[in-house]
């Protein structure tokens, strides 16, 4: 007579060198919000498997052309240098990559952590918060380029449909990943869902009007009505053509 199989033990974290330990209470199934036991829910059955070293938690749907050019290894390679003047052309000049950090710093640190960095790229947001901050992506190509570059805890993840229990966070950033969402107003909703109370919100993205090239691109008032009917008490700056969003738990 055979013996049964031992349980897998509980997934100790993504498969990135060194995954801390506060993460693992944190993982909640993206589809029924069960919690996660080995790489499957015992909850729907559903088995994640991992892609290009990291636990792949997708469940959402991306626009076709930037989930194209988010899998070449040129644009990850290249995303750094990009990411680095970025900030500084879009605003005309009135706010630089360091500011932007500062910024970030400044109004997510003070809830405690830890942080979430939505659409983490190649973990330029994840770096800047520290170890208190896991960073999720739906690109492998990209979180290679993020764990050489910035080691630390990362996952393959959709920001519309989050691998996280609710309230698990004290502070979310979403960057200009918002741009990419195909549903902003979904995200926006993940993100006031895994934030505790008195929880914060940073973001920063390209606002319109303007050419869209396929992408997000609203107005300040109409992403200021998006994220109060989210939930958040939420201020919109423009500097240029880029939007600062700093946001609270309504």
């Given amino acids: ?42 909850g ?18 991306e626009r076709p052309h930037l989930a194209l050019a988010n899998r070449l290894p040129p644009v990850a390679a290249l995303y750094d240098l990009w ?26 640190l003070p809830t405690g952590g830890p942080f979430l960095d939505v659409g983490t790229g190649t973990g330029v947001y994840r770096e800047a918060l520290g170890e208190g901050m896991v960073g999720v992506d739906p690109s ?29 966070f004290s502070g979310v950033a979403i960057g200009p990943t ?3 969402f195909l549903d902003p107003e979904g995200a926006a909703r993940e993100a006031r869902r895994v934030l505790r109370p008195g929880g914060r919100l940073f973001g920063l993205l390209l606002l319109g009007p303007g050419a869209s090239l396929g992408l997000f691109r609203p107005t300040p008032e109409a992403l200021l ?6 939930g958040f008490r939420a201020e919109v700056r423009r500097l240029g053509r880029l939007g600062l969003v700093l946001a609270e738990v309504g």
Avoid: I
């Avoid at 970025?86 to 910024?103: K, V």
């Avoid at 290679?144 to 996280?164: D, N, S, T």
């Fill in 1 to 42: 007579m055979g013996t049964a199989e031992a349980p897998k033990p509980p997934f100790p974290g993504p498969p990135g060198e060194g995954a801390p330990s506060w993460l693992l209470p944190l993982l909640a199934c993206p589809f029924c919000r069960g919690p996660l036991l080995g790489e499957g829910c015992p």
């Fill in 44 to 61: 729907c059955g559903r088995v994640f498997p991992r892609k290009g070293g990291f636990l792949d938690l997708r469940a959402f749907r």
């Fill in 83 to 108: 990411r680095t003047r970025s900030t500084g052309l879009l605003s005309g000049g009135r706010l630089d990559l360091a500011g932007e950090l500062a910024l970030l710093r400044e109004w997510l």
């Fill in 140 to 168: 492998p190509t990209f979180l290679k380029v993020a764990q050489r570059r910035r080691p630390g805890a990362y996952l393959l993840a959709h920001g519309e449909r989050l691998p996280f229990r609710e309230g698990a």
């Fill in 178 to 180: 918002w741009n990419e």
């Fill in 225 to 230: 009505r998006l994220l109060e009917g989210a």
